[in-house]
C-alpha cells in the first residue's frame, strides 16, 4: 500500500472559521509533511514532522497549526485565515532516516472567502 | 518548442518522439534528486529519483541524468505518449533535515 489519504478533497470556509485537513498513511513512514501549492506553481513547504515531532517550520503564520497525534496521521489546524491562503494543501510521507522519495496525497483544495 | 515566460514552461512534443525536460538546481551540497509527474486535480506522483554519487539511471520509458559540475538534471522520456500530458518537478533535497525545494515546474503537452 503506497497510499496516502487525503480529507477532506475540497473545503470552503470563512476567514472566522476553524476548520482542520487531515492526512493518513500506513506505510509505516516516520516523516510526514505539509504543503502548499498555488496555481500554476511547484508546492512550497510548510511543516516537516519526523518521528512525531516537529522538525521544520518554515516561518509558516501562527493560523496554520499542525499536528502529528500519530506515526500515521497528519493534520493541519486552520484558524482565521485570509482569501490568500487559497491553495491546494498537500500531504506526503517518506522515510525518516534515509533520503527518500515522498508518496504524496491527492490534496485539499482549501477556498477562503 | 520550449518556451519559458509568465506562464508555467511548456515543452510540446510530438506523439512517439522522446521529451527531454530540464531542470536546474541551485544547491551544491544537495544530496538526492526527485522527478515528479502532477495531473491535473491530483498530488506528485513519483516517477524517479538519483543520488548525487550518480550520474544516469533509468526506469521504465523514463532516464535521468545528473550533471553535479553545472547543477542541472534532466528527464528523459522515450516514444512520448498522450498519458504523459502533466506537469513535471524535479525536487532536491538539501543536504540537512528532510527539505525538499521543487523547481518552477514544465507542462509537457503531447500531440497527437
Known amino acids: 500500500d503506497t497510499e496516502v489519504t487525503q480529507t477532506p478533497k475540497h473545503l470552503v470556509m470563512g476567514m472566522t472559521n476553524k476548520k482542520s485537513l487531515k492526512c493518513e498513511q500506513h506505510m509505516g513512514h516516520r516523516a510526514m509533511y505539509w504543503y502548499k501549492q498555488k496555481a500554476k506553481k511547484p508546492p512550497e513547504l510548510m511543516f516537516v514532522?519526523?518521528?512525531?515531532?516537529?522538525?521544520i517550520n518554515e516561518s509558516v503564520p501562527s493560523r496554520f497549526s499542525p499536528e502529528c497525534p500519530n506515526s500515521s496521521l497528519l493534520n493541519l489546524h486552520l484558524h482565521a485565515l485570509q482569501p490568500e491562503d487559497s491553495a491546494l494543501y498537500l500531504c506526503?510521507?517518506?522515510?525518516?532516516?534515509?533520503?527518500?522519495?515522498?508518496?504524496f496525497g491527492p490534496g485539499t483544495r482549501l477556498t477562503v472567502l | 518548442g520550449e518556451s519559458v515566460g509568465l506562464h508555467l514552461p511548456t515543452l510540446s512534443v510530438q506523439e512517439g518522439d522522446n521529451s527531454i525536460i530540464n531542470c536546474a538546481y541551485s544547491n551544491s551540497a544537495s544530496d538526492y534528486f526527485i522527478w515528479y509527474k502532477q495531473e491535473s486535480g491530483k498530488g506528485p506522483q513519483f516517477i524517479i529519483d538519483?543520488?548525487?554519487?550518480?550520474d544516469k539511471r533509468q526506469g521504465q520509458r523514463v532516464t535521468v541524468l545528473l550533471n553535479k559540475t553545472v547543477k542541472h538534471l534532466s528527464l528523459q522520456i522515450a516514444a512520448t505518449q498522450p498519458g504523459d500530458s502533466a506537469v513535471y518537478f524535479c525536487a532536491e533535497k538539501r543536504n540537512y533535515g528532510q527539505n525538499f525545494v521543487f523547481g518552477p515546474g514544465t507542462r509537457l503537452s503531447v500531440l497527437p
Open positions: 506526503a510521507s517518506s522515510q525518516a532516516s534515509l533520503p527518500d522519495t515522498q508518496y
Open positions: 538519483i543520488r548525487s554519487n550518480m
Open positions: 514532522y519526523s518521528y512525531e515531532k516537529l522538525s
